[in-house]
């Protein structure tokens, strides 16, 4: 059973800094894109920050030279670095990722439970 699981949300103050780290684990044979959702109440999901298994990424306008997501392949973790965050950052957030199981088989989109950052003014 492949899982992923998100830790490091909280309460941060405006103009502070979060880490949140996503770690997969189960019966993997490769990881493709690991992204970053997040999602406010009400709202849809969307997309915050996406790394190719290359290495190659993509953030959100609303987030771009705040945000950096990056990942260790040896530890199958995912970690976004938010800095000067903002209220409007408030949200849930989800890791997700395109994972190749084993036995292996095609890939598939993983979801974590998410992880709630609040940012106060």
């Known amino acids: 059973q492949v899982q992923l699981v998100e830790s490091g949300g909280g309460l941060v103050q405006a103009g502070g800094s979060l880490r949140l780290s996503c770690a997969a684990s189960?019966?993997?044979?490769?990881?493709?894109?690991m992204d970053w959702y997040r999602q406010v109440t009400g709202k849809q999901r969307e997309l915050v920050a996406r790394?190719?298994?290359?290495?190659?990424?993509t953030y959100a306008d609303s987030v771009k030279g705040r945000f950096t997501i990056s990942r260790d392949n040896t530890k199958k973790t995912v970690y976004l670095q938010m800095n000067s965050l903002i209220p409007e950052d408030t949200a849930v957030y989800y890791c997700n990722a395109l994972i190749v199981p084993m036995p292996l088989s095609v890939a598939e989109n993983y979801w974590g439970k998410g992880t709630l950052v609040t940012v106060s003014s």
């Open positions: 189960g019966s993997i044979f490769s990881i493709n894109t």
């Open positions: 790394i190719t298994g290359g290495g190659s990424t």
